[in-house]
């Protein structure tokens, strides 16, 4: 079973930065696309930031230019470096990562896994 856990959520400052970790881990699988989600209190989850093994990345308009994400395919992990944070952008971060698995029975398959989510807080 995949297992995905997200790591660097915190307290910080308006205009401050901190950088997100998600590891990928358990099993043999490819990774196929890694994301950042958010959901801050009485709002629905909504998508910060994904990213495709080859590099190609998207972003909500909410962040552009603010937040960089990045994968290591060797390591299966997906960063999230956010700069200029506002209070806004308090919410609960959850990783996802959409791998897939290759057998002689069942072909390729693809499954999402999400993990447990990391607090990130911006506030004076």
């Known amino acids: 079973q995949v297992q995905v856990v997200e790591s660097g959520g915190g307290l910080v400052q308006p205009g401050g930065s901190l950088r997100l970790s998600c590891a990928a881990s358990g099993g043999i699988f490819s990774l196929t696309l890694m994301g950042w989600h958010r959901q801050a209190p009485g709002k629905e989850r909504e998508l910060v930031a994904a990213i495709t093994s080859g590099g190609t990345s998207n972003y909500a308009d909410s962040v552009k230019g603010r937040f960089t994400i990045s994968v290591d395919n060797a390591k299966k992990r997906v960063y999230l470096q956010m700069d200029s944070l506002k209070p806004e952008d308090t919410a609960v971060y959850y990783c996802?990562?959409?791998?897939?698995?290759?057998?002689?029975?069942?072909?390729?398959?693809?499954?999402?896994?999400w993990g447990q989510g990391t607090q990130v807080t911006v506030s004076s």
């Open positions: 996802n990562a959409i791998v897939s698995r290759t057998s002689g029975t069942s072909g390729t398959t693809w499954n999402t896994y």
